[in-house]
C-alpha cells in the first residue's frame, strides 16, 4: 500500500480535510483488516475468533464469561455463540460449568489453543506499524481516540 490516499483511490479532491481524513481511516481500516485475515487464513479463523483467543488469554489461566467477551470484543456483530462453538470443536477454546453456580458458564482455553494464540500473536507482530516511532504511534492514537 505505497502512494498517498489521493493515488490509491484515484480521486484528487475531497469535500473537506475531515472527509480526506474519513475516508482514509476507512481505507487503512480494510487494508489492515485485510491483512489481517490473510494472515488467519491458513488456521480457518477469522478476526473474530482471533479477538475472542486473546481475550481469553488475557485471563489466562483463569477462565472468562461469555459475558466479558461480549464486553471487549471488537466487533459486537457477531453471534459469540457461533464463533465459540467453532474454537471449541477445533479444539481451541472448552466450555466449563461454573461451580458456584450452574447456570453460568466459564470459557478457558484448551493448551492447544494457548499455543496457537502465542504463534498468532508472534505473526501479528507483522502487521504493527514499525514505520512510525513511538511519538508518533501514540499521537495517532490519541487522534483515533478523539474521533471516537
Request: net charge positive; with cysteine.
Given at each position: 500500500?505505497?502512494g498517498t ?131 508518533e504511534s ?11
Amino acid at each position: 500500500m505505497a502512494g498517498t490516499l489521493q493515488e490509491l483511490i484515484k480521486q484528487s479532491k475531497f469535500e473537506s480535510p475531515q472527509q480526506k481524513a474519513y475516508i482514509n481511516l476507512y481505507y487503512t481500516y480494510y487494508h489492515f483488516h485485510n491483512l489481517h485475515s490473510q494472515l488467519l487464513k491458513p488456521y480457518d479463523i477469522l478476526p473474530q475468533h482471533y479477538n475472542i483467543l486473546k481475550i481469553v488469554k488475557g485471563k489466562y489461566p483463569e477462565p472468562v464469561t461469555p459475558g466479558h467477551i461480549l464486553d471487549v470484543m471488537l466487533d459486537k456483530k457477531r453471534d459469540l455463540t457461533r464463533l465459540v462453538d467453532k474454537l471449541v470443536s477445533m479444539k481451541f477454546l472448552e466450555r466449563c460449568q461454573s461451580k458456584e453456580n450452574k447456570r453460568f458458564v466459564h470459557i478457558s482455553l484448551t493448551p492447544k489453543g494457548y499455543e496457537l494464540t502465542l504463534k498468532m500473536e508472534s505473526e501479528m507482530k507483522t502487521l504493527l506499524l514499525h514505520h512510525l516511532n513511538d511519538e508518533e504511534s501514540e499521537l495517532l492514537s490519541t487522534l483515533l481516540d478523539k474521533m471516537r
